[in-house]
């Protein structure tokens, strides 16, 4: 093999190095990929809201649905949660919905929830439900953890960690 | 230094430039692959000092910390008394105000008192902490069992 061509094919195999790395990494964020039946089973789980009402993702099927999954006790949960009120009261008679999904218990949830404001509806869970999340690519049950699926219940991404208020802007005016 | 022909050092050079694009993540999002699974973010061992004294030993990996107001600790067949805490940072948090934080290395010492004739406790560690790119892990539990030891009389 010549030097040029040998130059050649190590470049070739260190770009579709590169690629395969880029590649997984928005298959990770962009949640295309996850498979089809954890995602319809954790969206027809059934937790309580804060009237004790069970409630599952599938119920609000044909809006942009914005599963958050978040605790009292964590401070980067905490710390998004004004934008999703924000854009709540900004985008919800156009047909988009936030979900919060608290790992945590209801009177510590039904307090913050208060001082807060929060207008969307918030689901009672446990760490059974943070650790189904490890099915659809939370693989260390970490919060805060967010799902945004499009009008017709399909998964279109997922976020581990805080959003920010543009990047999710965008995103919800495209689904909408 | 590099003596080849121009071409290949083009090549190079648009080879060193695609990979620092793909250095620079595409967002600042964290991903799973990034964080380590709780049991070896804050990595646990325990055993029993003599008749009367558990020690905890706990190693955080950098860039994870434990809250010190979080720890809670059962035990069957032993009464658990107060246990010793180090003290830890100090954390300004937006919301939780001043807090204690553990990083790195750090023992807690744990008083039991066990009937006659036990000769091992199983013990359960609860414990909540973070990582500092901005996510935290539920209470995380341990359990271990621990072969008493029994001074002599």
Same mark, same amino acid.
């Given at each position: 093999?010549?030097?040029?061509?040998?130059?050649?094919?190590?470049?070739?195999?260190?770009?579709?190095?590169?690629?395969?790395?880029? $590649?997984?990494?928005?298959?990770?964020?962009?949640? $295309?990929?996850?498979?089809?039946?954890?995602?319809?089973?954790?969206?027809?789980?059934?937790?309580?809201?804060?009237?004790?009402?069970?409630?599952?993702?599938?119920?609000?099927?044909?809006?942009?649905?914005?599963?958050?999954?978040?605790?009292?006790?964590?401070?980067?949960?905490?710390?998004?949660?004004?934008?999703?009120?924000?854009?709540?009261?900004?985008?919800?008679?156009?047909?988009?919905?936030?979900?919060?999904?608290?790992?945590?218990?209801?009177?510590?949830?039904?307090?913050?929830?208060?001082?807060? $404001?929060?207008?969307?509806?918030?689901?009672?869970?446990?760490?059974?439900?943070?650790?189904?999340?490890?099915?659809?690519?939370?693989? %260390?049950?970490?919060?805060?953890?967010?799902?945004?699926?499009?009008?017709?219940?399909?998964?279109?991404?997922?976020?581990?960690? $805080?959003?920010?208020?543009?990047?999710?802007?965008?995103? %919800?005016?495209?689904?909408? | 230094?590099?003596?080849?022909?121009?071409?290949?050092?083009?090549?190079?050079?648009? *080879?060193?430039?695609?990979?620092?694009?793909?250095?620079?993540?595409?967002?600042?999002?964290?991903?799973?692959?990034?964080?380590?699974?709780?049991?070896?973010?804050?990595?646990?061992?325990?055993? @029993?000092?003599?008749?009367?004294?558990?020690? *905890?030993?706990?190693?955080?990996?950098?860039?994870?910390? *434990?809250?010190?107001?979080?720890?809670?600790?059962?035990?069957? @067949?032993?009464?658990?008394?107060?246990?010793?805490?180090?003290?830890?940072?100090?954390?300004?948090?937006?919301?939780?105000?001043?807090?204690?934080?553990?990083?790195?290395?750090?023992?807690?010492?744990?008083?039991?008192?066990?009937?006659?004739?036990?000769?091992?406790?199983? *013990?359960?560690?609860?414990?909540?902490?973070?990582?500092?790119?901005?996510?935290?892990?539920?209470?995380?539990?341990?359990?271990?069992?621990?072969?008493?030891?029994?001074?002599?009389?």
């Amino acid at each position: 093999m010549s030097l040029r061509l040998r130059w050649l094919a190590y470049g070739g195999a260190a770009l579709l190095a590169v690629a395969a790395g880029v $590649g997984t990494q928005l298959w990770r964020q962009s949640g $295309g990929e996850a498979p089809a039946a954890a995602v319809a089973a954790l969206r027809a789980t059934r937790l309580p809201d804060l009237e004790g009402t069970p409630r599952a993702l599938d119920d609000w099927r044909g809006k942009v649905v914005i599963a958050n999954y978040w605790a009292t006790w964590c401070a980067p949960c905490r710390e998004e949660m004004p934008i999703f009120v924000k854009m709540q009261a900004k985008y919800g008679d156009r047909g988009l919905i936030f979900v919060g999904i608290a790992i945590d218990q209801r009177a510590k949830v039904a307090a913050f929830a208060k001082e807060l $404001g929060i207008n969307y509806p918030i689901l009672i869970g446990g760490l059974a439900d943070i650790e189904a999340t490890k099915g659809i690519g939370n693989t %260390v049950s970490a919060l805060p953890f967010t799902l945004i699926f499009d009008r017709e219940g399909r998964l279109v991404k997922r976020h581990l960690g $805080g959003l920010k208020e543009p990047e999710l802007e965008a995103i %919800v005016q495209q689904l909408l | 230094m590099m003596h080849g022909p121009p071409e290949r050092r083009r090549a190079l050079h648009g *080879l060193g430039a695609l990979l620092l694009i793909a250095a620079v993540p595409p967002a600042a999002a964290v991903t799973d692959a990034d964080l380590l699974p709780p049991e070896r973010a804050f990595r646990f061992s325990a055993l @029993a000092l003599d008749a009367g004294r558990l020690e *905890l030993r706990y190693t955080v990996a950098p860039g994870y910390y *434990l809250y010190r107001d979080k720890f809670r600790f059962q035990a069957d @067949a032993a009464a658990l008394g107060t246990a010793v805490l180090p003290p830890g940072q100090s954390r300004r948090d937006a919301f939780f105000g001043e807090v204690e934080i553990y990083r790195g290395r750090f023992r807690i010492l744990l008083p039991f008192t066990a009937p006659a004739g036990v000769t091992r406790i199983e *013990l359960r560690v609860l414990s909540q902490g973070c990582a500092d790119v901005g996510v935290c892990y539920p209470p995380y539990e341990h359990r271990v069992e621990l072969r008493v030891r029994r001074s002599r009389a």
